[in-house]
């Protein structure tokens, strides 16, 4: 994937994710051509953000939770066992867009797992996609083409909040998704579109990808929800928020929206793990210990399950040595404490 991301964007192969910016003219100038969705970004917080939180206590569902894992092409086809033993039925692939010419391995890479398994697509952006609007036509009916017989559910696009994943404002992210909903409503009817694949509690940017003019819909809200790095799911932030507020919260939006469905689907949880540099996504002061990455994901798992608001949680991801289930340094898997722990939830 590495090689395939154009500069300014850079990919770090240990963390699995974008280097951040770090061409900052090239950043202010971006920014300053997004200025214009600041005004619908505050107009609408200044509704929903606050009704949501008025709201959250007042609304309930009876979701029974499910589990997934994600699964990524460069760790290999070892990967499937590790899948059959964990017997976890739903996985989550990225299919990176400027990677789009290796399409065929992804493609091969998914059937691998089997016919048995649920598989969520999770297409990423570029600059190049988002910018090119023909470009993205054509690459994302490639992909709809291709995944036809695998997968029926794609998340469009990851951590849209971020700059060094390829947005500058949510404005960006609607016109991206409208592009790819378009091409699925006229000749793709039976896929499931999931986003909006907002990163931590950044809620603002959420509320406006729920709450705009755009002639869209997520068929599942899609949420990247990192709840405190630095400690335990049951920590706070802005005073009330914890995972169990916090969940609340995003559910009374995917309520109080027409542009979403209200299954919502947490496609990314860790914890960076001590002592891993450079393969941990965050610093050192971030990292816990693997124990205490076992606790956490079971602490969270459980919040999920109690608040029956979610439909579906995926952590991320299998093999990944600074943050994953497995590490597979010098050619060996070792499964840590908390692959055991997740085998015996889902059994």
Known sequence: MQKNLKPPFIWDYFSDQPYP???KKYKRLKRWNSIKDMLPLLLSNIIFFPLSIFTMKLFQDNQVIEYGIGVNLDKGDKQIE?????????????MPLWDIVRLDEYISFAKSFGD?????????????????????????????????????EFQIGTAINRTKWGFFSVKEYLDFYKIIQDIRDKDFTNIKLIGSSVIDFEYHYTVRSLFNLYSIKYDRLSSLLYVDRR????????????????????YALAKLSTKTENEIYITEVNWPISNTA??????????????????YILEYLEIAKESKKIKRVYIHQLIARGYGLVDDSNNKIRKMKAFYSLKEIIK
Do not use: W
């Open 21 to 23: 910016l770090k061409d």
């Open 278 to 295: 450079p393969y941990a996504p965050t610093s050192e002061l971030e990292c816990v210990s693997e124990d205490l990455y076992n606790d």
């Open 82 to 94: 590790l899948v059959e033993e964990l017997g976890v039925r739903h996985l989550i692939i990225r």
């Open 116 to 152: 048995d398994k649920e598989i969520l697509i999770n297409i990423m952006q570029d600059r190049e996609n988002i910018e090119n609007h023909n470009l993205l036509r054509d690459n994302i009916s490639k992909i709809f083409n291709g995944f036809r017989d695998i997968s029926s």
């Open 231 to 250: 400690g335990s799911p049951n920590n706070t932030q802005m005073g009330i928020f914890d995972t169990k507020n916090k969940i609340s919260m995003l």
